[in-house]
């Protein structure tokens, strides 16, 4: 037998059986390694998801007034004011929920109310100025509108408006604010959800007005 050559073959065995191997050492670790790719991909996706999530829309929660006069979802991140001696002196249950140049106010009229004979008393004064104008250099009124809030009977008011930045001097400095209400009648007085803001901030505080009325419940039909 030629030894040479049977050496020859035996390394080229040897050489076979380690290239073998590698590349089952190779291809273990390419599964390995693309396990892991895989597992981070779907980590920061996750992550990712949850970012989405918390920032498409503001946290809400329940809040109940007082004798459940009224029920809404309000922003949490929104600061919450309500005076409850003034509520009950003027008969007005309100909250005012302010960010910014933004406040959204959910109010209870009850029927002995200090302030309006009723729902239509609300309407006529708040859709002019004093004197019955609809527009002026500084006041401009939309019409009256009838919709439907959650199932009930309902009216939205409009109003843009330019307020003196600081009314207690000579300076005519002033700022443009938009305002939009419901008026809901109920069978004790009524209900009105009103926002208010700078022309600015009013496009983003619209969709936090809306998302409060849609939750709203009265508690007195």
């Known amino acids: 037998m030629d030894i040479n050559w049977t050496s020859a073959r035996l390394s080229n065995f040897i050489l076979k059986c380690m290239m073998i191997r590698l590349m089952k ?26 970012t989405i999530c918390v920032t498409a829309g503001e946290p809400y929660q329940r809040y109940v007034m007082d004798k459940n006069y009224f029920s809404c979802d309000i922003p949490e991140d929104w600061e919450l004011i309500r005076d409850k001696d003034k509520d009950e002196d003027y008969k007005i249950y309100e909250i005012q929920l302010v960010k910014g140049s933004a406040s959204i106010y959910v109010s209870y009229y009850a029927r002995d109310n200090e302030d309006f004979n009723s729902y239509e008393d609300y309407i006529r004064r708040n859709s002019s100025n004093v004197l ?19 199932g009930r009977k309902g009216f939205e008011l409009s109003r843009e ?9 000579k300076s005519d400095e002033s700022r443009a604010l938009v305002e939009k209400q419901y008026v809901m009648p109920a069978k004790e007085g009524f209900y009105v959800l009103h926002l208010s803001a700078s022309k600015t901030v009013f496009p983003d505080g619209l969709p936090v007005f809306e998302k409060i009325a849609k939750s709203f419940r009265p508690g007195i039909n």
């Open 161 to 169: 408006r330019m307020v003196y930045l600081h009314p207690q001097s």
């Open 25 to 50: 050492n190779f291809m273990w670790r390419h599964r390995e390694i693309k396990k892991a790719l895989v597992g981070i991909s779907s980590f920061l996706a996750a992550i990712f998801a949850v």
């Open 132 to 150: 019955g104008e609809t527009r002026n250099a500084r006041e401009n009124y939309g019409p009256v509108k009838e919709i439907n809030i959650g």
